[in-house]
């Protein structure tokens, strides 16, 4: 009986010792780490909204601005009196060579002043920044639904009844920068 514990405990031993460690140095061994595609264009602004809305960027390939909706992203806001920023993320490998915004959706009277502290297009870590009325070098409000408060970057409704937020409309510069930002692959 003494011999069979100790044949049991000598090959127990020898299983749990001799253990087949894989582990290696090898730097070609090891697992291969993937780069991020990112490839997505990309617009942010940063505003004060105080009111929850929907935000809405269309965009188009063709250079024309007929802007429809198969062609545009829509953004949910939550209302804040702090700056926040609210970045559009258009489809992959899609460059516009125009864009339009929508500050706001339907009739919403008790929507606030929409204040613009900066405005973004980024696009593989290639990126424009445009602040406080260099803004307007990039957009024009439109004014037939659209009133900037003179000398401020600060966009309201022509009437409050309306039935769209102000809305920004592209200006020529704009392609230019999307076409410096993603290297000519803007469509012209």
Known sequence: MKL???????LAITLFSCKNDKTTTDPAAAPETQEKKDDFFRVTFDLIVQKDDNF?????LDGSSNFTEDMSVWMPVKGSDKVQ????TLPEDVI???????????????????????FTMSYKGKEVTAAGQNIFT???P???????APGTTV?????????????????SPQTDKINEITAGEAPE
């Open 4 to 10: 069979r514990l100790a044949a049991v405990l000598v």
């Open 56 to 60: 809405h960027l269309y965009y188009s």
């Open 85 to 88: 920023q609210v970045t559009f």
């Open 96 to 118: 516009p060579s125009l864009m339009r915004v929508d500050f706001g959706f339907g009739k919403n009277e008790a929507q606030s002043d929409v204040d613009l502290k900066t």
């Open 138 to 140: 990039y957009f024009q």
């Open 142 to 148: 439109f004014e037939s639904y659209t009133v900037v």
């Open 155 to 171: 966009l309201k409704r022509l009437k409050k009844d309306q039935t769209t937020g102000p809305i920004l409309y592209p200006l």
